[in-house]
Nanobody
Framework: QVQLVESGGGLVQAGGSLRLSCVAS????????MAWYRQAPGNQRELVAS???????NYADFVKGRFTISRDNAKNTVYLQMNSLKPEDTAVYYC??????????WGQGTQVTVSS
């Protein structure tokens, strides 16, 4: 089965940038939609951004204008470019791929820490 592996997290100062990558072990065309979620300690997992197979994107209000989701089908990779990072962006970021209405895949997560 297709697996997702995230990378690119780390420690950055407020105002800095990071780019997260999510590589699928198979073709990302297996997924109808792909998305990035995040979960901070004590909080529920929340949607950050999503992208359809056709390339349409959707963003949570709290990242609009700062984050950009994109996909490279040739590399079976989805990216999340994060600019103007804030301390409140600190969380574990997870990649998600929707296979069908009942099934999705999650990556293991990558930690993003933004210092003030």
């Amino acid at each position: 089965q297709v697996q997702l592996v995230e990378s690119g997290g780390g420690l950055v100062q407020a105002g800095g940038s990071l780019r997260l990558s999510c590589v699928a072990s198979g073709s990302i065309f297996s997924f109808t939609d792909m998305a990035w979620y995040r979960q901070a300690p004590g909080n529920q997992r929340e949607l950050v951004a999503s992208i359809t197979r056709g390339g349409s994107t959707n963003y949570a209000d709290f990242v609009k204008g700062r984050f950009t989701i994109s996909r490279d089908n040739a590399k079976n990779t989805v990216y999340l470019q994060m600019n103007s990072l804030k301390p409140e962006d600190t969380a574990v970021y997870y990649c998600n791929g929707v296979l069908n209405i009942l099934t999705s895949r999650w990556g293991q997560g990558t930690q993003v820490t933004v210092s003030s």
